[in-house]
T-cell receptor, first 112, second 117 residues
């Protein structure tokens, strides 16, 4: 079963606008990661947030984590056409098995 | 560094045929993973390995076998392919940043697109 569920499934915005996508998960975690996948390519790691962190920034990316609600959000500010991709959250478990569960992804389309 | 490479990139099989997908990484990573990606399903973990000579089952291991004889290689085998195994297969690897914790990012290969007729 999927650990993470992204919302929305698809998002279409104009260049320059902000894009927000959400991830909900089911069990306790050590950390949560966000990945990007361009069409036909492998996934690329964007950012990792640990369970004791509430917010993290990397360039135009801002990630928040609310462990009480078991949810995370990824904000991309001032979006560009090159941000068009699918975005996935991935969560580990606290059992130390080193395996990650990926969500179903949000397909983002940024219109020029 | 080549990072994570996968061979082949594309393959078409007939039902019942067997094949092996090869994943290689040159980053000296301890952990390696095999995922499948189907439309609308995200990535699902098939098998993974936390070190040379060790493997473990993921979410969807049935119909697949794996081997990690060398640290840099992780092989995924399909003994008798079925149409339900039509998918895109991704290999990933990662290292461990903190002792006893999985604070690590995964590095992905470009994928293998497999069609089983």
């Amino acid at each position: 079963s999927q650990q993470g569920e992204e919302d929305p499934q698809a998002l279409s915005i104009q260049e320059g606008e902000n894009a927000t996508m959400n991830c909900s998960y089911k069990t306790s975690i050590n950390n949560l990661q966000w990945y990007r996948q361009n069409s036909g390519r492998g996934l690329v790691h964007l950012i990792l947030i640990r369970s004791n962190e509430r917010e993290k920034h990397s360039g135009r990316l801002r990630v928040t984590l609310d462990t009480s609600k078991k949810s995370s959000s990824l904000l991309i500010t001032a979006s560009r056409a090159a941000d068009t991709a699918s975005y996935f959250c991935a969560t580990d478990g606290t059992s130390g098995t080193y395996k990650y569960i990926f969500g179903t992804g949000t397909r983002l389309k940024v219109l020029a | 560094n080549a990072g994570v490479t996968q061979t082949p990139k594309f393959r078409v099989l007939k039902t019942g045929q067997s094949m092996t997908l090869l994943c290689a990484q040159d980053m000296n990573h301890e952990y390696m993973y095999w995922y499948r990606q189907d439309p609308g399903m995200g990535l699902r973990l098939i098998h993974y390995s936390v070190g040379e000579g060790t493997t473990a089952k993921g979410e969807v291991p049935d119909g697949y076998n794996v081997s990690r004889l060398k640290k840099q290689n992780f092989l995924l085998g399909l003994e008798s392919a079925a149409p339900s195994q039509t998918s895109v297969y991704f290999c990933a690897s990662s290292y461990l940043l903190g002792h006893g914790s999985s604070y690590n990012e995964q590095f992905f290969g470009p994928g293998t697109r497999l069609t089983v007729l």
